[in-house]
């Protein structure tokens, strides 16, 4: 069975990936962070090998401050991780990455793919924050004194509609991003949620369209694997 890293879902994405690099690039991840409960801890960067997460650097909050650096030999995916929890994901490429973490919000910027997962991560962020709204509408709407059923109703119609805009998100973002890091990244964090590899609608569509390159990634190839196993022992049932 596939192992999973990540307790929630966003926040964050992860991973081990490939990308055409050479040995002597280097990674410079430079931190900053006014979440007090951080001051004098030690942060951890991890990525995805061998089913588990292995951490290749790590750095001391001091004044609000930290650094990751390190050489790679391929552009990796990443996790900043504070002792066995995940912080933020971050992208290991070519470049200077500007690492910010605060009470609400956490960014990775200054690289191509960093800016690109920052900008799907804060739409995402977006989602998730109206579709956490919706029981405080409930409240006032029946404070309002709008019958149950209407609220019920309405509430619900939003419901899926913002379902429906962030499963179309997160499968553009892998589509876009099939022959990168970013990719198997996401797809790995979309399903980290699940209670075990299924093969739901998305995800076949997902793996369908998919180059060598996605499917042939170690997460997404065990996962597609285990799922498909786990859809036949229910089919059985």
Request: proline fraction near 4%; charged fraction near 20%.
């Amino acid at each position: 069975m596939i192992g999973f890293y990540m307790k929630k879902l966003l926040t964050s994405f992860i991973f081990g990936a490939v990308l055409l690099s050479s040995c002597s690039d280097q990674y410079l991840v430079s931190g900053s962070s006014n979440v007090e409960g951080l001051e004098g801890k030690m942060l951890y960067l991890r990525v995805f090998k061998d089913d588990d997460m292995c951490a290749i650097d790590s750095s001391r909050v001091v004044h609000g401050r930290f650094r990751f650096r390190g050489t790679m030999d391929s552009v990796m995916m990443a996790n900043v991780f504070l002792e066995d929890n995940s912080v933020m994901p971050v992208v290991l490429e070519y470049g200077d990455v500007r690492v910010r973490i605060d009470e609400n919000v956490q960014s990775a910027t200054g690289t191509p793919l960093n800016d690109s997962l920052t900008n799907f991560i804060q739409k995402k962020s977006q989602i998730d924050a109206r579709m956490a709204e919706l029981p405080h509408l409930e409240s006032q709407m029946i404070m309002n004194g709008i019958d149950h059923e209407q609220i019920l109703v309405e509430l619900g119609q939003q419901a899926r509609e913002l379902e429906i805009e962030n499963d179309k998100l997160i499968t553009r973002f892998i589509r876009t991003n099939y022959n990168n890091v970013l990719g198997p990244g996401v797809f790995m964090i979309m399903t980290s949620g699940f209670q075990y590899p299924i093969l739901n609608p998305q995800i076949e569509e997902i793996i369908s369209q998919a180059p060598p390159y996605f499917k042939n990634h170690p997460y997404v190839k065990e996962y597609i694997k285990a799922a498909e196993s786990n859809m036949e022992k229910l089919r059985q049932y």
